[in-house]
Structures are given as structure tokens and as C-alpha cells.
């Protein structure tokens, strides 16, 4: 069968995470979480105390950059100069941060090449923002997923709980706020790549949208 390039784009909350990595793993693809590496880019550039709008300290920075994916027991970890900082990136700091630095053109450009770079041989799925709409606009299958605000914030909530004090009304307002960044930066804004499937998993398990999913791939 085939090898395909799969992206499945969609605002925070809304699934992609689990559902990406079931899709990738019930086709036996390499599933790549793009969201990731901006947030490894923001965790650096927060490290080395680089402002989220300075372009020549961004540029600077990504160019000493080897970011990487790495898979082990206990899942797909990221490797930021060979320091694992999956663990580190999944605050709402960084998640805020990640949005601000995705908007800039120095960071797009090098992530752009890398994304690029990993999705040379196919047989994978990447997750993201953009990924249908600018890093792969020839990608064989587009899906864009979405939820409501309030699904969306509930289960962001659930995956934060143990790491912050935020309330569910708190993350939905981070997330409402992070949706209307996306929307309208001048560079790569999120949207559905126009051949994209869009489903709404609001009222759907995660079966049930890989399902969908699979058969559309078929077809």
C-alpha cells in the first residue's frame, strides 16, 4: 500500500494529540507532533532570556538549535540539544509563549526546513497548526479538527491539572485568547487547508474520529 503524508490541523484541546498518535499507530506510521517544537523553541528562548519579539535573538537562537524526536517507553519524548524538555514544555507559560513565537517569520523559516526534512519519506502523520495550509499544501490526506471552547478547555484542564492552579474557566479564557492569535497573525494564520476534512470531535470519542478518518484515507 501507498506510504502517505497525513496533517491534522485544529486549535489546542480539540484532540489532536491522541488522535494523531492513534492514527499513526494504527496505519504503523511515525507521528510527529509539530506544536512541540515550537514549544521547545519557546522553552529555550525563555531559558536564554530572549524576548518572544526579538527577531535577531530568535534567529540566533534556532541557529544553535538541534531539535529532535526520540521515542522510548514512555512515548515520543523531544530532545533539545540532546536534553529531553518534553516534560518542561507543557505549561501554560510555554504554551502562551509558543503562540507568540510561531508568529514570527525566523522561527517559521527554521522549523519550516525541519518539518520539511522529517516528512521526506512519508509514512507519517504530523500534527499542528499549519501543517496542511503552509508546511505541506501537497499532503496526500488533510484533516482539520476542532471542538468547542468549552470541551476544548475542560480537557486541556484534565491534562494540566496536576501541573497547575489554573481553574477550567481559566484555560478556556488562555485558550480563547491562544485561538484568536492563531487566527490572525499576518504569517501562516490557523485555518483549514481548503482540501482539508474538517470533523468536530465535540461529541465524539477518539475511536470515533480515527474511524472517520481511516475511511476517509480509504476512499
Known amino acids: 500500500m501507498k506510504r502517505l503524508l497525513i496533517t491534522i490541523d485544529g486549535p489546542a484541546g480539540a484532540g489532536k494529540t491522541t488522535v494523531s498518535r492513534e492514527l499513526a499507530d494504527r496505519l504503523g506510521y511515525k507521528y ?68 507568540a513565537v510561531s508568529a514570527r517569520p ?13 516528512g521526506r519519506e512519508k509514512g507519517v502523520v504530523f500534527e499542528g497548526r499549519d501543517m496542511g495550509t503552509v508546511v505541506f499544501p501537497d499532503a496526500d490526506k488533510k ?3 476542532d471542538a468547542s471552547p468549552r470541551v476544548r478547555a475542560i480537557r486541556r484542564y484534565r491534562e494540566l491539572e496536576s501541573k497547575t492552579s489554573q481553574t477550567v474557566e ?26 482539508a476534512l474538517i470533523l468536530d470531535s465535540t461529541d465524539f470519542s477518539v475511536n470515533e474520529v480515527v474511524e472517520m478518518m481511516l475511511s476517509y484515507i480509504s476512499n
Not at 534556532?62 to 529532535?68: A, D
Not at 525566523?106 to 522529517?118: E, I, T
Not at 491562544?178 to 501562516?188: F, G
Request: charged content about 35%; glycine content about 6%; hydrophobic content about 35%.
Open 106 to 118: 525566523v522561527v517559521r523559516k527554521y522549523l519550516l526546513g525541519l518539518q520539511r526534512n522529517l
Open 170 to 195: 481559566e484555560v478556556e479564557r488562555e485558550i480563547r485568547l491562544r485561538d484568536e492569535n492563531d487566527r490572525k497573525r499576518e504569517t501562516a494564520p490557523m485555518k483549514p487547508a481548503d482540501d
Open 32 to 99: 510527529i507532533d509539530t506544536g512541540a517544537l515550537y514549544r521547545g523553541v519557546a522553552f529555550e528562548a525563555r531559558y536564554a532570556m530572549v524576548g518572544q519579539d526579538d527577531d535577531i535573538g530568535l534567529e540566533n537562537l534556532c541557529n544553535t538549535l538541534n531539535l529532535n524526536f526520540v521515542k522510548d517507553e514512555r512515548g515520543l519524548r523531544l530532545l533539545s540539544n540532546n536534553s529531553d524538555i518534553t516534560d518542561q514544555i507543557r505549561t501554560p507559560e510555554i504554551s502562551m509563549m509558543a503562540s
Open 143 to 145: 484533516f482539520y479538527l
